[in-house]
Structure formats: structure tokens, C-alpha cells
């Protein structure tokens, strides 16, 4: 079984405060989190095929 791996830690999701964010700075954290957010929900997507075939392996036949 393979292990989750560590969050990354370096660049945080919601830092303490944007005060003092150059425009630079705002746009550079947005792209982060778009790519975030974009591997996040290919994640998912993986996770709903698995489930999604998980399900029909284990399906009673039809008409039983």
C-alpha cells in the first residue's frame, strides 16, 4: 500500500495576513493556488473513477 505523501509546507494555503503583498505577490499566490486547486481536483477524479469501478466489480447482477 503506498503512503499519502507529506504536505508540502513551504508555501501555505491562507497565510496569517496579506498585509504588506505587493501586486507581484498576490498574483503569484493566486496561480499557486489555481494549481493547487487543479491537482486537487484531478485527485478527485481519480479518487471517483476508483470508486466508480470498485462499485461495479461488486454490483449483484442484474435480475438477482
Known amino acids: 500500500m503506498e503512503e499519502e505523501a507529506p504536505r508540502r509546507a513551504e508555501r ?21 493556488l489555481r494549481a493547487e486547486l487543479a491537482r486537487a481536483e ?3 477524479a481519480r479518487h471517483r473513477q476508483t470508486l466508480a469501478a470498485a462499485e461495479a466489480l461488486f454490483r449483484p447482477p442484474a435480475g438477482s
Not at 13 to 27: I, M, R, T
Open 12 to 32: 501555505p494555503l491562507a497565510p496569517a495576513s496579506y498585509d504588506g503583498w505587493s501586486v507581484a505577490d498576490f498574483e503569484a499566490h493566486l496561480a499557486a
Open 42 to 44: 484531478a485527485a478527485l
